[in-house]
């Protein structure tokens, strides 16, 4: 295994860091009244108001352009087909630059891995309903989202209730979804559903998946769940309404609709990993330069060695996390099962980067708990990502039963 990064990758970098400072921060530096405060960015039920969307689809379109937004698509999707080791280090660098900075506006700049863009998951469209929408999703212009939990169905899929039923040339789909991030404005909706009761029953298959208009009758989002101290959300429930959708828009094979989501929620969880990395170090740099000019007893607080030992525990987790989830995307480049190792990464890094942000926070002392640093930000965005695409649990299930399958080379 090579550590040397490619020149490639640090070129991709720069480029797109140079993109973020040169056109994206002037753009919400311009709208700062807009973006300033969630007062104005949310509508009072708690969505993104008109002018946010617009300024969202104006940075995803302007960042397709420059080639970024598609980069890590597929090549098969017509993507620059960037592999999981790229996408790892990216995701480092965009977040170790941005820090929280980043959400709203840069954080469309790359799409989230697998619920838009080229998702991984489109490979399982067919090609003629793929080249009908491709162009939108890739040109930044159209967005998706991506319906598998529900209320009853969220660690435990096999809980779902949502159903397809046949009807001629058709599917007939009636349920609802709930926690499904951008569904309130998605254009399109990757949506899994039961198709066949006996193989649910028995946990073994009968989840198909469906790719949808979200105007299609019977689609809607009748709220937005916000969470962790937010006033709105990008969050959704989603009512299916005898929704109809033609059998040509299903997601891969007949009842095998999960082994489809979860291929893109493996993607999903080293990218989210990678940004772990980049945020925890966006935190540490931000104590480092504290530490240098904030004095007690008559010394600079890097004197105390309480405070040196946060911070070297603090790149001690940083650099473990670092180095396994270099490994992980090298398995996934190689071609090699890695189902064990993306789980340890996504629990790893999602716990990692809430102990260093916790431990830059109490460097800073008060201040460190103010708004103003944006580090409290970065507490509440570190202490989400330990429930989405798979609990820290469940992560740690999928490695138990990996070891416990033979599954032992670590
Ligand atoms: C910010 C955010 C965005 C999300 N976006 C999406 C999205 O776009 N699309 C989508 O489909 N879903 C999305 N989700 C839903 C997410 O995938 C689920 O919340 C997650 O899978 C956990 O399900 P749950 O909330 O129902 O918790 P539950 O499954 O009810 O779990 C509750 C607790 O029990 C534990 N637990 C459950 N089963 C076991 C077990 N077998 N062993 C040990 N512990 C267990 C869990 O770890 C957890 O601590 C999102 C969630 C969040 C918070």
């Not at 159903?163 to 990757?190: F, L």
């Not at 299903?250 to 989210?272: D, E, I």
């Not at 030992?309 to 398995?331: F, G, Q, T």
């Not at 809430?354 to 708004?371: E, F, M, P």
Request: some cysteine.
């Amino acid at each position: 295994m090579d550590f040397a990064v490619p020149n490639e990758w640090v070129e991709f970098g720069d480029a797109l860091i140079k993109f973020i400072d040169r056109e994206v921060a002037p753009l919400e530096h311009e709208h700062r009244s807009l973006l300033g405060s969630e007062r104005t960015i949310y509508t009072e039920e708690g969505r993104f108001v008109p002018a946010v969307l617009e300024l969202r689809r104006t940075v995803r379109k302007r960042s397709a352009e420059l080639g970024f937004y598609t980069a890590f698509g597929a090549e098969a999707l017509g993507g620059g087909g960037l592999g999981a080791q790229a996408a790892v280090y990216v995701q480092e660098r965009l977040n170790t630059h941005c820090g929280p900075g980043r959400t709203l506006v840069q954080a469309v700049v790359l799409p989230s891995p697998f619920t838009n863009g080229l998702s991984p998951v489109l490979k399982h469209l067919d090609p003629d309903v793929l080249a009908e929408h491709r162009d939108g999703l890739a040109s930044g212009d159209k967005t998706m989202c991506f319906a598998l939990s529900e209320p009853d169905a969220g660690s435990d899929v096999f809980g779902m209730r949502t159903r397809a039923v046949r009807d001629g040339d058709d599917w007939v789909i009636s349920g609802s979804k709930q926690w499904i991030t951008n569904s309130p404005y998605a254009d399109y909706a990757m949506i899994f559903a039961i198709t066949d009761e006996e193989k649910v029953a028995a946990r073994n298959g009968g989840i198909s998946g469906f790719f949808v208009r979200t105007d299609t009758p019977g689609f809607s989002v009748p709220s937005v769940i916000p969470i962790m101290g937010h006033l709105g959300a990008d969050i959704g429930i989603v009512h299916l309404d005898q929704l109809r959708v033609p059998d040509r828009q299903r997601l891969g094979p007949l009842h095998k609709g999960l082994s489809v989501a979860m291929g893109g929620v493996n993607t999903g969880r080293l990218g989210l990993a990678g940004a772990c990395v980049g945020m925890a170090r966006w935190a540490l740099h931000q104590a480092l330069d504290y530490v240098k000019v904030r004095k007690t007893f008559g010394r600079l607080i890097a004197e105390h060695q309480a405070v040196q030992i946060m911070l070297a525990e603090c790149a001690m987790d940083i650099y473990a996390v670092k180095s396994m989830l270099r490994h992980c995307a090298w398995l996934i480049d190689e071609g090699r099962s890695a189902t064990k190792e993306v789980s340890m990464a996504k629990a790893c890094a999602t716990e990692m980067v809430s102990r260093v942000v916790d431990k830059a926070i109490q460097v800073h002392g008060a201040i460190g708990l103010t708004n103003e640093l944006r580090l409290e930000e970065a507490y509440r965005w570190a202490r989400v990502l330990r429930i989405p695409d798979g609990t820290a649990e469940i992560q740690r299930r999928t490695i138990a039963r990996r070891l416990l399958s033979g599954d032992t080379e670590i």
